[in-house]
């Protein structure tokens, strides 16, 4: 099992920036991919911004050059700088992981609310 705690949600105006983190936990494991999705109301989940264990990203286009999502593989821990903000990024952001013993198996975290006010 794989523990996912994300943190650093909130309100901000339009053109703000955010931070949000995740940290993985749990008993011996190795993790893969380490991924951020959103779900804004009335609409379907949707996957944000992507990175594997050697460092490679993959972002949407509705946030590529504004976001930026990184990872401490010591420390398990999984981050996404959202840059100028817009009102359309408003949603809760899930983190997603799976590990190398299991790949394709995601585990999630409970999200974390944003919400950007124009």
């Known amino acids: 099992q794989v523990q996912l705690v994300e943190s650093g949600g909130g309100l901000v105006q339009a053109g703000g920036s955010l931070r949000l983190s995740c940290s993985a936990s749990?008993?011996?494991?190795?993790?893969?991919?380490m991924a951020w999705y959103r779900r804004a109301p009335g609409k379907q989940r949707e996957l944000v911004a992507t990175i594997h264990a050697g460092g490679m990203t993959s972002y949407a286009d509705s946030v590529k050059g504004r976001f930026t999502i990184s990872r401490d593989n010591a420390k398990n821990t999984v981050y996404l700088q959202m840059n100028s903000l817009k009102p359309e990024d408003t949603a809760v952001y899930y983190c997603a992981a799976d590990k190398v013993e299991t790949i394709g198996t995601y585990y999630w975290g409970q999200g974390t609310q944003v919400t950007v006010s124009a």
């Open positions: 749990g008993r011996a494991f190795r993790i893969n991919v």
